[in-house]
């Protein structure tokens, strides 16, 4: 059960990632219909625009989301008690996810400091941003948390390797 609960912020976030994706396609396909040039082409800035931002929130979603399923499943192991081999992709990726999480860490402080001083700082218009927006933190807690967790038993396997040594 500790499990779903933690990795429920990266589960909102990824849904959240590729609804985006899907209607930045959409936008992308459905262009204002506006009229053509004299000589009957349709080509336009706003085509080459359109895929170029597809193309650049496609690079995005498949960065941070690798970097989130390897945080699912760093969350996972570690709370098993078993020790994720993490190569240099896998790093990576959970760098990606920080570099993408813990600047929303600093936004929220200086948010709440705002509001406590009587600023209103949040927007409810939009529930979709704000409930990403509040699950970013808690990525970037979730996955500083995990990795001091696979430090920690990496520790102890190292420890427990090397007693065995010695006991030879």
């Not at 390897?70 to 020790?83: F, M, P, Q």
């Amino acid at each position: 059960m500790k499990r779903v609960w933690t990795s429920l912020p990266v589960w909102v976030v990824l849904a959240d990632m590729v609804f985006g994706f899907v209607l930045n396609i959409f936008q992308s396909l459905n262009l204002q219909r506006a009229d053509l040039p004299n000589d009957g082409l349709p080509v336009s800035p706003e085509i080459a625009f359109g895929g170029l931002q597809v193309l650049a929130n496609g690079g995005m979603i498949l960065v941070v989301g690798f970097g989130l399923l390897v945080l699912l499943k760093l969350n996972r192991t570690v709370l098993a008690g078993e020790i994720l081999p993490l190569g240099v992709f896998r790093t990576l990726g959970l760098l990606a996810v920080l570099l993408f999480s813990v600047p929303s860490v600093w936004e929220w402080f200086w948010a709440l400091a705002g509001l406590l001083g009587g600023k209103p700082l949040v927007s409810f218009d939009d529930v979709r941003y704000l409930l990403v927006a509040f699950c970013q933190p808690l990525i970037a807690f979730l996955c500083v948390w995990r990795l001091a967790g696979w430090s920690r038993l990496h520790g102890r396997a190292v420890s427990v390797g090397a007693e065995e040594s010695d006991n030879v």
